[in-house]
């Protein structure tokens, strides 16, 4: 179906991306592609490679393998910076500069520079323009790096654990400018996140990494319903074989004779009575219940949909 693969309308293509620190790999063999438009949450367990990632994607560091594209143009030419901001986990700012300075310095740097809205969010935190910005909390500096990011009104934000130290009101807040964003500029939102009720709620794209590898990767209106959540007697202590046989078990629990799995069903999960009453109860599992799955099996194979798929140049 995408067999055009540029100048798409591809916020992210990956292909093969991978990093190498010595002899460990941060990240390895990640390929995959965004569409614009979407807000994609980050997960993975620490030291995953989502900062590894968006380290890439920002040009912070360099890759060992693979190429990457972000909006149709490669990291590599350094034109790709105009329409990329990037906002890091430490924020930093300049704490002797103002305020008001660093929004100065925002429009000096950044030619399609809003003003408005950069001052519209550090105002909304009654935070002053001639406040020194080494005198500002955690949250408050937050709200300034933000307000630098939006002003750049780039065609990709990223966000490395964004609200982590914001209270919830600031949270709520910021997400929804964040959402307003998108549906009036078209902006294409990637977001590492611990938060997965924030996840679940902000995010219509989903990429997983556990182990410096990708897991899971595709729109949440696919991957969802790619699950189910089978509870039943277990038999002999174990999930049933009838189920792992025939179905990708990605995680599974036995307590007592209970087992509970979340499955990718291959076809109809049907349980029947005959290895010894195994018999089950199939439920459509949370979001949050597939990406701890995810997460706490990291061995279980990936799941990267035909949509974000990125197919190797023939
Ligand atoms: P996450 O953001 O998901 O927590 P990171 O991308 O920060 O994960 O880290 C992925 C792996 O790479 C970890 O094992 C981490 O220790 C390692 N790593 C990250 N940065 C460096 C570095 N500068 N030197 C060596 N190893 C690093």
Not at 111 to 116: K, R, S
Not at 160 to 166: A, N, T
Not at 240 to 262: C, I, K
């Amino acid at each position: 179906m995408h067999d055009d693969p540029s100048p798409g309308p591809w916020a992210i293509e990956a292909e093969d991306l991978g990093k190498k620190y010595r002899r460990r790999w941060a990240l390895t063999e990640c390929s995959f592609r965004l569409p614009a438009e979407r807000v994609c949450a980050m997960v993975g367990p620490n030291g995953a490679g989502k900062s590894t990632f968006l380290g890439l994607a920002a040009r912070l560091i360099q890759p060992s393998t693979g190429t990457l594209r972000l909006n149709g143009v490669s990291i590599d030419d350094p034109a790709v910076q105009a329409r990329v901001a990037f906002l890091a986990q430490d924020k930093p700012l300049y704490a002797r500069f103002t305020v008001g300075e660093m929004l100065r310095l925002g429009r000096e740097l950044n030619p399609h520079w809003d003003q408005a809205v950069a001052e519209r969010i550090v105002r909304s935190g009654d935070i002053a323009l001639t406040a020194r910005v080494g005198t500002l909390s955690g949250g408050q500096r937050t709200r300034v790096a933000f307000a630098l990011a939006f002003g750049k009104r780039p065609a990709l934000l990223l966000l490395d654990e964004p609200m982590s130290d914001l209270d919830p009101l600031a949270r709520d807040e910021l997400s929804g400018l964040l959402m307003a964003e998108v549906a009036e500029h078209g902006t294409t939102v990637l977001m590492s996140s611990h938060l997965l009720s924030e996840v679940e709620e902000m995010c219509d794209h989903l990429l997983v990494l556990a182990g410096g590898r990708l897991r899971m990767a595709g729109p949440t209106d696919a991957l969802v319903p790619a699950h189910a959540l089978v509870t039943g007697r277990a038999v002999d202590g174990r999930v049933p074989r009838e189920l792992t046989a025939r179905h990708t078990v990605v995680d599974s629990r036995v307590n007592g004779r209970q087992f509970s799995a979340l499955v990718r069903p291959a076809g109809p999960l049907t349980g029947t009575a005959a290895d010894g009453g195994a018999d089950w109860d199939v439920m459509a599992p949370s979001m949050e219940e597939i990406l701890l799955a995810c997460m706490r099996s990291p061995e279980s194979p990936a799941l990267i949909m035909d949509d974000a798929r990125k197919e190797t140049a023939a």
